[in-house]
């Protein structure tokens, strides 16, 4: 009897089992991330993989209600500790001294994708808090973008799930489609990095699109890319400004604007990676790979609990009009770009 009654105490522990959810958002990132080693899986990525095995154990075996504190803890804190270790692949430097010019036309990515994103939307009477999302992704660095954005914007957890979901999944396939068409393009190694770094969703879709043009493209590419990772900072106090300017008077003080402390943690990781590590202390480049793994598996985790509220229902009626303006959005972009090289 007492062997029972101390296994219920364990099970009913609140720190145990807010360990419990933790672990359990990591082992379903780590399957994520063994998914995203096979064949096909290999090109949408850990962050992809892992959100489909949560949404399906979400069909199949419902909410671990149990484990709500632990998942909760890696939907929100882990994730936001990711932006901020994600903020080490941004080097200002190098934007500042090579890649005002690319900058530029990141700027206008950014502000054409959210545009005509929010134009196609309504046309199509799209589900807003998705579109928004989408078009962030979409002009700025795919998931890391929607995630840092999507508290500031009060987006809903499964919004922000389905959107992370539906930008790989996109993003995969334009740079596929980018590594057929390239060596039928008029462009040259480097201009056609600057077309994938402007155009492209994520660092990763970038990189798979331009290493087949060689290192010349890629590295343009990447420095294309990484200008409008640099969007993401200012971006994020603009949806802050406007979130205060949209809420009516009465309800000012009620509906204040988190401050997202973690985007402080992103700009010092950032400024650390630029101007410290490597000039200041010699920091070998192996390390700052672990490091970036380990930044990806943490928001791994993080979608993982993300994944754990989308419903099929929601992905059917809530998920196929967003989609659709995005592939629209990202056909325009891509054709845009390519012919003002």
Not at 204 to 212: C, E, Q, R, S, W
Not at 298 to 316: C, D, E, P, R
Request: aromatic share 10%.
């Amino acid at each position: 009897m007492e062997y029972t009654e101390t296994s219920a105490h364990i099970v009913k522990s609140p720190r145990l089992q807010w360990l419990a959810g933790i672990a359990f958002t990591f082992f379903i990132a780590l399957l994520g991330l063994g998914l995203s080693k096979l064949p096909g899986f290999d090109h949408i990525g850990p962050l992809a993989s892992a959100i489909l095995i949560a949404v399906v154990y979400r069909q199949v075996s419902g909410y671990p209600e149990k484990l709500r504190s632990g998942i909760e803890f890696s939907a929100k804190k882990l994730l936001r500790f990711a932006i901020i270790l994600y903020g080490l692949k941004l080097n200002i430097d190098v934007i500042f001294h090579q890649g005002l010019p690319l900058l530029v036309r990141g700027i206008g990515t950014v502000a054409f994708s959210i545009v005509v994103m929010y134009a196609l939307s309504k046309w199509l009477k799209a589900d807003a808090s998705i579109s928004l999302l989408l078009g962030i992704g979409t002009g700025v660095c795919g998931a890391a973008a929607i995630a840092a954005i999507s508290p500031i914007v009060k987006s809903k957890e499964e919004d922000t799930a389905i959107s992370v979901g539906l930008i790989a999944l996109m993003g995969t396939l334009f740079s596929i489609l980018y590594t057929v068409l390239w060596p039928l393009l008029p462009l040259s190694d480097s201009n056609y990095g600057m077309w994938a770094g402007i155009s492209l969703h994520e660092i990763a879709h970038v990189a798979l699109a331009g290493a087949p043009a060689g290192q010349d493209a890629l590295e343009v590419a990447l420095l294309a890319k990484l200008g409008r990772v640099f969007l993401l900072v200012p971006l994020c106090f603009i949806f802050m400004y406007w979130m205060k300017k949209r809420s009516p008077e009465r309800q000012k003080n009620s509906a204040k604007v988190e401050f997202p402390w973690f985007l402080i943690g992103f700009i010092i990781t950032s400024l650390i990676g630029s101007y410290v590590l490597g000039d200041i202390i010699p920091i070998p480049s192996q390390v700052l790979d672990d490091i970036s793994n380990l930044s990806i598996f943490i928001l791994t985790m993080a979608m993982v609990g993300l994944g754990l509220n989308v419903s099929f229902s929601a992905l059917k009626s809530r998920a196929l009009r967003p989609l659709i303006a995005m592939t629209l959005t990202s056909i325009l972009l891509s054709v845009l770009t390519f012919f003002t090289l």
